[in-house]
């Protein structure tokens, strides 16, 4: 769980915070980063959240794409862009696929 530092400043929408500390060479800091911005609910954390799929780092990828599944913004473009990701995760990225495919059943469900 994100520490709760992170989450009070998404509880506090400080996406400006966040996404500096999205950028901290600090893995962990930025998988909690991703974290927080799941609980968002607007354009800014969805933004955070793209970033970071483009990390080099598997376990940012991770996160993001469940900060994603997790994020009430716009689910279309959620959705599309976790479909789009999905088509370029190499096949030896099992953890990364399954988490796309559970991100995409949260969406579809919170759709609904």
Do not use: F
């Not at 996406?15 to 609980?39: D, F, P, R």
């Not at 354009?43 to 469940?66: H, R, T």
């Not at 716009?74 to 559970?102: C, F, G, N, Y």
Request: with cysteine.
């Amino acid at each position: 769980m994100a520490e709760n530092k992170l989450l009070k400043l998404a509880e506090k929408k400080q996406w400006k915070k966040i996404s500096k500390l999205a950028g901290s060479k600090n893995i962990e800091t930025v998988c909690q980063a991703a974290e927080a911005c799941g609980t968002g609910r607007s354009e800014e954390p969805y933004n955070i959240l793209v970033n970071l799929l483009n990390s080099k780092e598997d376990s940012v990828k991770l996160a993001a794409i469940q900060g994603l599944g997790a994020l009430r913004y716009d689910i279309s473009s959620q959705m599309t862009r976790l479909h789009w990701l999905a088509e370029r995760i190499p096949d030896d990225k099992e953890e990364l696929k399954k988490a796309v495919s559970e991100s995409l059943l949260t969406l579809k469900e919170a759709k609904k």
